[in-house]
């Protein structure tokens, strides 16, 4: 009954998400729900939190954070924005995916138009992500009767709609991206780009006045206007209308570029947005003596400098703003610290040190970045697998390379596009220290920069290991979740009073507060010995293996 049509068969296909994106962050917000009233059992602890709250408003408006669901809607209706990510990346791969494959010129060959093709993989993109949000929505009316919120079941769906909704934009700008692009990944790589940006975008307006003007140019502001989970606050009919709206433009604009394009092929940019193109001749094009074909190390560097440019923007420009917004708020974080001694505390808690230093704030959003890194070492370890997938490896290994020369040459190209992202980010934020005037202890900010390089590490060896046994959108897939439980148990663990050796089970913990406290040395090395052993592994396992088995 699965393959009877395109739409089920799509539908099949993303079963495990609905159940672990919908599930998973369902039971997120299930358990959020759940204990915060253990964060405003007391008229101090309430307005603790209030305060807090109001130190941290560029990420959202604290409205009625100190019931359940305006603290929810505060701090985790922001991050559950990162459900995106599986729209983005089925809508980047719907069609474009399939064209890589070559399975498209199969199923197009097939009594059925092009457009009743994607309009039944966009239909059924959109089924998964109403199912995911049913799950979310369930979940949080269940948290809201335990911890006696004052949201009923239409609040609750009404949240889950809100982001469905948010999620789609998302799914639909990457199969527009993809109708101008060569391959799924370009695509995805530019929407997730956006994704960062739209959320940057957002935060301008809290933090520098009379800039709302610009904020409403992401979709994040529109999200943000609804907040079904505060009665008194409730959902933003236009504002739904707005995402609603966008989704189904965007979509449809992608799905007439698609029926009016070959198979295969991409659709030409205007001129004046084309990069500049030169002739060249075959002997040029195969380019015998560049630099990039003296190794394969130097040819594995040459594949990743594109996206390594991208992501090192994206990381170090990410770091080098969280300062700036720092620099906006140290005044009124010191005012609130000095009217509210027990606020020191709670800091201190969430930033892992003393609240009276810039680093305080800033350690809290340094966690991300390396979140971000790792984000970068999966997508280009999927790239190992890729090449083997594709046919790309058997040429090589004709040559007389040793396999585990040619494992450890690709992947010496990924340390070192990683380094360089650390090393960048670490001039970045040393800039922006300098030139804002915020005081850091430059020997954390190396601490805190560079000891990240080893995360990235080991995400890279443990993607090359399990490349060994798995297809590679398994091993990204699974690579990702992992990523995500390890979000989850840093960024929720400690509120939801999980014991120590559960977060010790997310490598982010090992990372810990070096902005604050230096480089945790033993944990830094340990990290690096478990990526040298995943290595050692997968280059064993892949010396021994038949290749494209």
Request: glycine share 10%; proline share 4%; charged share 10%.
């Given at each position: 009954?699965?393959?009877?049509?395109i739409?089920?068969?799509?539908?099949?296909?993303?079963?495990?998400?609905i159940?672990?994106?919908?599930?998973?962050?369902?039971?997120?917000?299930?358990?959020?729900?759940?204990?915060?009233?253990?964060?405003?059992?007391?008229?101090?602890a309430r307005?603790?939190?209030?305060s807090?709250?109001?130190?941290?408003?560029?990420?959202?408006?604290?409205?009625?954070?100190?019931?359940?669901?305006?603290y929810?809607?505060?701090?985790?209706?922001?991050?559950?924005?990162?459900?995106?990510?599986?729209?983005?990346?089925?809508?980047?791969?719907?069609?474009?995916?399939?064209?890589?494959?070559?399975?498209?010129?199969?199923?197009?060959?097939?009594?059925?138009g092009?457009?009743?093709?994607?309009?039944?993989?966009?239909?059924?993109?959109?089924?998964?992500?109403?199912a995911?949000?049913?799950?979310?929505?369930?979940?949080?009316?269940?948290?809201?009767?335990?911890?006696?919120?004052?949201?009923?079941?239409?609040?609750?769906?009404?949240?889950?709609?809100?982001?469905?909704?948010?999620?789609?934009?998302?799914?639909?700008?990457?199969?527009?991206?993809?109708?101008?692009?060569?391959?799924?990944?370009?695509?995805?790589?530019?929407?997730?780009?956006?994704?960062?940006?739209f959320?940057?975008?957002?935060?301008?307006?809290?933090v520098?006045?009379?800039?709302?003007w610009?904020?409403?140019?992401?979709?994040?502001?529109?999200?943000?206007?609804?907040?079904?989970?505060?009665?008194?606050?409730?959902?933003?009919?236009?504002?739904?209308?707005?995402?609603?709206?966008?989704?189904?433009?965007?979509?449809?604009?992608?799905?007439?570029?698609?029926?009016?394009?070959d198979?295969?092929d991409?659709?030409?940019?205007?001129?004046?947005?084309?990069?500049?193109?030169?002739?060249?001749?075959?002997d040029?094009?195969?380019?015998?003596?560049?630099?990039?074909?003296?190794?394969?190390?130097?040819?594995?560097?040459?594949?990743?400098?594109?996206?390594?440019?991208w992501?090192?923007?994206?990381?170090?420009?990410?770091?080098?703003?969280?300062?700036?917004i720092?620099?906006?708020?140290?005044?009124?974080?010191?005012?609130?610290?000095?009217?509210?001694?027990?606020?020191?505390?709670?800091?201190?808690?969430?930033?892992?040190?003393?609240?009276?230093t810039?680093?305080?704030?800033?350690?809290f959003?340094?966690?991300?970045?390396?979140?971000?890194?790792?984000?970068?070492?999966?997508?280009?370890?999927?790239?190992?697998?890729?090449?083997?997938?594709?046919?790309?490896?058997?040429?090589?290994?004709?040559?007389?390379?040793?396999?585990?020369?040619?494992?450890?040459?690709?992947?010496?190209a990924?340390?070192?596009a990683?380094?360089?992202?650390?090393?960048?980010?670490?001039?970045?934020?040393?800039?922006?220290?300098?030139s804002?005037g915020?005081?850091?202890?430059?020997?954390?900010?190396?601490?805190?920069?560079?000891?990240?390089?080893?995360?990235?590490?080991?995400?890279?060896s443990?993607?090359y290991?399990?490349s060994?046994w798995?297809?590679?959108?398994?091993?990204?897939?699974?690579?990702?979740?992992?990523?995500?439980?390890?979000?989850?148990?840093?960024?929720?663990?400690?509120e939801?009073?999980?014991?120590?050796?559960?977060?010790?089970?997310?490598?982010?913990?090992?990372?810990?507060?070096?902005?604050?406290?230096?480089?945790?040395?033993?944990?830094?090395?340990?990290?690096?010995v478990?990526?040298?052993?995943?290595l050692?592994l997968?280059?064993?396992?892949?010396?021994?293996?038949?290749?494209?088995?």
């Open positions: 009954m699965w393959f009877k049509n739409f089920v068969k799509t539908l099949r296909d993303s079963r495990i998400a159940f672990g994106w919908g599930g998973g962050l369902g039971l997120m917000m299930y358990a959020v729900l759940v204990a915060v009233a253990s964060l405003t059992s007391t008229p101090e307005q603790t939190l209030i807090l709250a109001q130190s941290y408003a560029f990420l959202a408006e604290p409205v009625r954070v100190d019931t359940p669901g305006g929810a809607t505060w701090k985790y209706g922001f991050t559950i924005l990162i459900m995106a990510i599986w729209p983005l990346l089925v809508g980047s791969r719907m069609l474009r995916g399939e064209e890589d494959r070559g399975s498209l010129d199969v199923l197009l060959s097939l009594p059925r092009r457009t009743q093709v994607a309009l039944q993989k966009l239909a059924a993109m959109w089924t998964a992500l109403l995911m949000g049913a799950l979310i929505g369930l979940f949080t009316y269940a948290g809201g009767i335990k911890a006696q919120a004052n949201y009923g079941l239409v609040g609750a769906m009404l949240f889950s709609l809100n982001l469905v909704l948010f999620c789609g934009i998302f799914g639909g700008i990457a199969l527009l991206i993809s109708q101008f692009t060569q391959r799924a990944g370009t695509a995805a790589g530019a929407t997730g780009g956006l994704l960062f940006f959320i940057m975008l957002d935060m301008l307006h809290r520098i006045s009379g800039t709302e610009i904020s409403r140019l992401s979709p994040v502001y529109y999200y943000n206007l609804s907040k079904p989970l505060i009665p008194s606050y409730g959902a933003n009919p236009g504002a739904l209308f707005v995402l609603f709206a966008l989704a189904t433009i965007i979509s449809g604009i992608a799905i007439w570029l698609f029926d009016h394009r198979v295969g991409a659709i030409m940019l205007p001129r004046w947005l084309r990069l500049p193109e030169r002739q060249m001749t075959p040029q094009a195969l380019a015998p003596h560049s630099w990039s074909m003296r190794s394969i190390y130097l040819r594995g560097l040459a594949k990743v400098i594109a996206p390594t440019v992501w090192t923007i994206g990381i170090a420009g990410f770091a080098g703003w969280m300062i700036i720092v620099k906006q708020t140290e005044s009124k974080l010191a005012e609130l610290l000095q009217s509210t001694p027990t606020l020191a505390n709670l800091i201190g808690n969430v930033g892992g040190g003393n609240a009276e810039n680093a305080t704030m800033l350690s959003f340094f966690i991300i970045l390396p979140l971000l890194l790792m984000a970068f070492a999966i997508a280009q370890a999927s790239r190992w697998g890729a090449d083997e997938e594709n046919g790309l490896q058997e040429l090589l290994l004709a040559t007389p390379q040793p396999r585990w020369i040619v494992l450890l040459a690709r992947y010496g990924l340390a070192t990683t380094v360089f992202i650390g090393v960048l980010t670490l001039v970045a934020t040393a800039l922006a220290a300098s804002s915020i005081a850091l202890n430059g020997g954390n900010l190396v601490a805190a920069t560079l000891s990240m390089i080893p995360l990235g590490a080991l995400v890279a443990l993607g290991l399990l060994g798995l297809r590679t959108a398994i091993d990204t897939g699974i690579l990702s979740f992992l990523l995500v439980a390890w979000f989850f148990i840093t960024f929720v663990g400690p939801l009073s999980f014991p120590t050796l559960a977060l010790r089970l997310s490598a982010l913990y090992y990372y810990g507060t070096p902005l604050l406290n230096g480089l945790p040395l033993v944990n830094t090395l340990g990290i690096l478990v990526a040298i052993v995943a050692v997968a280059t064993v396992r892949f010396a021994q293996r038949d290749i494209g088995r």
